[in-house]
């Protein structure tokens, strides 16, 4: 079993920046995937960004990339997503999640998720 506990989320003007923290516990994630995924009011969850664990390749939807970093800390079992010139439409609750897996999906198939944040950008 793998726990994440996100955080970091916020209330930004459009232009900001903020960075979520998604701290994970109960095993080391060795050669799985890690990724943050998002879901604004009335839309579905979708892909946000990706790690592999071991690598540490990454992986960024069309509508964040050259925005948004993802990174990760082994030694605190911790992945970040530096979210910098949000828009408002980057509004949404952001999940992390886990994959027992090191290929990357963009799809929902993961086998862990945090609780998520809200990132809210007005604009």
């Known amino acids: 079993q793998v726990q994440l506990v996100e955080s970091g989320g916020g209330l930004v003007q459009a232009g900001g920046s903020l960075r979520l923290s998604c701290a994970a516990s109960?095993?080391?994630?060795?050669?799985?995937?890690m990724g943050w995924f998002r879901q604004a009011p009335g839309k579905e969850r979708e892909f946000v960004a990706a790690t592999r664990w071991s690598s540490g390749s990454t992986y960024y939807a069309d509508s964040v990339k050259g925005r948004f970093t993802i990174s990760r800390d082994n030694a605190k079992n911790t992945v970040y997503l530096q979210m910098n010139s949000l828009k408002p439409e980057d509004t949404a609750v952001y999940y992390c999640a886990v994959r027992k897996s090191s290929f990357v999906v963009v799809t929902l198939e993961y086998d862990y998720w945090g609780q998520g944040t809200q990132v809210t950008v007005s604009s």
């Open positions: 109960g095993r080391t994630l060795g050669n799985y995937a």
